[in-house]
Nanobody
Framework: QVQLVESGGGLVQAGGSLRLSCAAS????????MGWFRQAPGKEREFVSG????????LYSDSVKGRFTISRDNAKNMLYLQMNSLKPEDTAVYYC???????????????WGQGTQVTVSS
């Protein structure tokens, strides 16, 4: 079992920034890839960004590339998502999840957090 707890969401104006955090416990964090996903009302959950176990490889969706930065601190069992230049279309519930390997397919991630709401006003 693994427990993932997201934090850092909130209300921000367009153009602003937020930093999401994901605290992991319950299994060896450092050997698993991690991902950030989001789900807006009425839409399917989508991949946002992912990072390999060592942090040497990262992936981003086209919609956030150049604005969001994913990182991890394996010593602290923490995952982060720095979100800059936020847009109203970034409004969603953001989730962190773990997987054996770094992929974008939502269905392959096995453990999920409860999500944190991000709302970007125009």
């Amino acid at each position: 079992q693994v427990q993932l707890v997201e934090s850092g969401g909130g209300l921000v104006q367009a153009g602003g920034s937020l930093r999401l955090s994901c605290a992991a416990s319950g299994r060896t964090f450092s050997i698993y890839a991690m991902g950030w996903f989001r789900q807006a009302p009425g839409k399917e959950r989508e991949f946002v960004s992912g990072i390999s176990a060592t942090g040497s490889r990262t992936l981003y969706s086209d919609s956030v590339k150049g604005r969001f930065t994913i990182s991890r601190d394996n010593a602290k069992n923490m995952l982060y998502l720095q979100m800059n230049s936020l847009k109203p279309e970034d409004t969603a519930v953001y989730y962190c999840a773990s997987n054996q390997v770094l992929i974008t397919d939502t269905s392959h991630y096995d453990y999920w957090g409860q999500g944190t709401q991000v709302t970007v006003s125009s």
